[in-house]
Nanobody, 128 residues
Framework: QVQLVESGGGSVQPGGSLSLSCAAS????????IGWFRQAPGKEREAVSC????????KYADSVKGRFTGSRDNAKNTAFLQMNSLKPEDTGVYYC?????????????????????WGQGTQVTVSS
């Protein structure tokens, strides 16, 4: 069955780091762009980052540029989000999504509605 599973969330102090993983099963992630989104309590889901089919073809929300890095390892059928210099406002449930892209190009989108498959989310809490 098609499945995405996020892992790596937890509780850290401001300035700390976390690395999230998004493992795909039931399909080949090579053919999909990946999006990372988060939802804080009382707020709408917002885009964090996306990665096209090619590792390195990334976009970032302004709020995380310079602090977060999205990547993928297609051989492992897994995407990643490295989060550094975490702030309390980074707190939320982080989700990965996948959308099939017909050709091997650099496209990815920061709109949640573009994504076909979603993981269950992993909680990230940044507090002192």
């Amino acid at each position: 069955q098609v499945q995405l599973v996020e892992s790596g969330g937890g509780s850290v102090q401001p300035g700390g780091s976390l690395s999230l993983s998004c493992a795909a099963s039931g399909f080949t992630l090579d053919y999909y762009a990946i999006g990372w989104f988060r939802q804080a309590p009382g707020k709408e889901r917002e885009a964090v980052s996306c990665i096209g089919r090619r590792d390195g073809s990334t976009k970032y929300a302004d709020s995380v540029k310079g602090r977060f890095t999205g990547s993928r390892d297609n051989a492992k059928n897994t995407a990643f989000l490295q989060m550094n210099s975490l702030k309390p406002e980074d707190t939320g449930v982080y989700y990965c999504g996948a959308v099939w892209i017909r050709t091997y190009n650099d496209y990815c989108g920061l709109i949640a509605g573009e994504y076909e498959y979603w993981g269950q989310g992993t909680q990230v809490t940044v507090s002192s």
